[in-house]
């Protein structure tokens, strides 16, 4: 019989960007940690393993989500530790990041070390925590930053909020720079948002709902970046979303700022359109399907010429990173008025797959996404995950590349449901996630439970 405890996958065409390894191999695991890749299928002795063939599969490093919320505490009818931590085991993730607005707001090093306490027993992957950059995140004074990074924190947000202060900000930098961790500061100026529910222009216009202008990213995209420039501290921009944070990230690089930046996978598919219900299509008359609340989001969907922007940017590099923003919400927060509803989508389970179609419509490399999704987002981390690398945790995504299915928010592991992808079919999709050498997604698996 085979020990539990040794896995070979074989066959599949391994794709590790970090190792610059692209070709069918062998991954080999043992007692939870990456043993070997071999350099040709076959060679390698199974003898004492158990074997996953993974022939015709993809077999990637486990993903990396550096911006997931989980609603734990607090809002545990959203989200739970457990639920989300299924969710990303689901969407092939094996290291997600949580945001720190929580209730109680992870800005103390108890409520840090209660969430990290309870992801190791509750959680299927690994949960690494995010600290408020603000007491309560309120902007006002900051939070004890060096007690957080002590406490285990991987970053600073107060996601949700920006910093609006510049000089907090300014503070926030230059203490983060002492403890060598991240800022992320969520861009969005709300005196310029100023109610805006979606944005501003054709489509807010017909639909008559208050949009707000895409500056009110942009700006404070570019305030950021000058203020890391003058403390010389790494800054990381969460989600963003307009060709005008583009253009001041792109410049931030060309003078040698430490910055990096991600992109969420619905501002890479989905545009403002999508707020008529129409998955994207334009009504002659607006009807009852229009205001989607599940296409309610910060920021907001925006228009195609930024998500080509956005696209392009992904490819050429400027953008670094692919970040799910999973923002899970209850019923209740979606079923109300646009204006009312909650901003945010349930992302985990469907991110690879929907960015998936980027590569089918040959707009970005293979590699270039699994890169942003590993290697990149490790380096941000500074970790030694996101790798194949011999020695490296076992975490290991599963990948059928011709699997068509429909999106069925009924089947999620998540607690909530609120995708404005209900019913869309999409092409490639994440068959199997294992973290430290355990399965803890299997689709064929999950089918046969549930029969
Ligand atoms: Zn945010």
């Known amino acids: 019989m085979a020990a539990r405890n040794k896995l070979a996958i074989t066959g599949g065409r391994v794709l590790d960007p970090g190792e610059g390894i692209d070709q069918i191999s062998d991954v080999l695991i043992s007692d939870g940690r990456i043993e070997e890749v071999t350099l040709k299928t076959g060679e390698s002795k199974f003898d004492g393993y158990e074997v996953i063939d993974a022939i015709g599969m993809i077999v990637s490093p486990g993903f990396i989500d550096l911006h997931t919320h989980l609603r734990d505490p607090g809002q545990e009818w959203k989200e739970t530790i457990t639920s989300g931590t299924r969710a990303a085991a689901r969407g092939g993730f094996t290291t997600i990041c949580a945001m720190p607005n929580t209730d109680p707001v992870q800005d103390s090093a108890g ?39 002590d406490a285990g924190v991987i970053g600073f947000s107060d996601d949700g909020n920006a910093v609006e202060d510049g000089n907090l900000m300014r503070q926030a930098l230059a203490y983060s720079a002492e403890v060598g961790l991240p800022v992320i500061n969520h861009a969005e100026d709300k005196k310029i948002t100023d109610g805006g529910v979606m944005t501003a222009g054709v489509v807010a216009t017909r639909l008559g709902l208050p949009g707000a202008p895409n500056e009110a990213e942009s700006a404070m995209v570019a305030r950021d970046l000058y203020l890391a420039d003058l403390t010389k501290t790494q800054l990381h921009v969460p989600h963003i979303s307009t060709i005008g944070s583009i253009e001041v990230l792109r410049s931030a690089k060309e003078r040698g700022v430490n910055v990096t930046a991600e ?61 799910t923003d999973h923002a899970p919400h209850a019923a209740t927060d979606k079923v109300c008025t646009y204006n009312e509803a909650a901003p945010g989508i349930n992302v985990l389970e469907t991110a690879f797959s929907s960015v998936f179609g980027l590569v089918n419509n040959g707009q970005i490399s293979l590699v270039r996404l699994i890169e942003s999704l590993t290697t990149h987002p490790a380096s941000i981390l500074g970790r030694d995950v996101g790798r194949l690398r011999k020695g490296f945790s076992a975490d290991v995504t599963l990948i059928d590349p011709f699997n068509l299915w429909v999106v069925d928010p009924s089947t999620f592991a998540s607690k909530s449901v609120n995708t404005p992808l209900n019913g869309v079919e999409l092409t490639g999709r994440v068959v199997r996630t294992i973290y430290q050498g355990k399965t803890v997604f299997h689709s064929q698996l999950e089918v046969r439970n549930n029969g």
Do not use: C
Request: charged letters at 25%; hydrophobic letters at 45%.
């Open 111 to 149: 409520t840090v070390e209660d969430v990290i306490r309870r992801a190791a027993v509750d959680g299927v992957v690994r949960v690494l925590p995010i600290g408020a950059i603000s007491v309560g995140q309120h902007g006002k004074q900051l939070a004890p930053m060096g007690e957080l990074a």
């Open 263 to 323: 992109v969420t996978p619905h501002h890479l598919t989905l545009s403002e359109e999508w707020v008529f219900g129409l998955k994207g299509e334009v009504p002659s008359s607006v009807g009852l399907e229009s205001y989607d609340t599940n296409t309610r989001v910060n920021p907001p969907l925006r228009s195609k010429a930024d998500v080509r922007a956005l696209v392009d940017a992904l490819r050429d590099g400027v953008i670094d990173i692919i970040a």
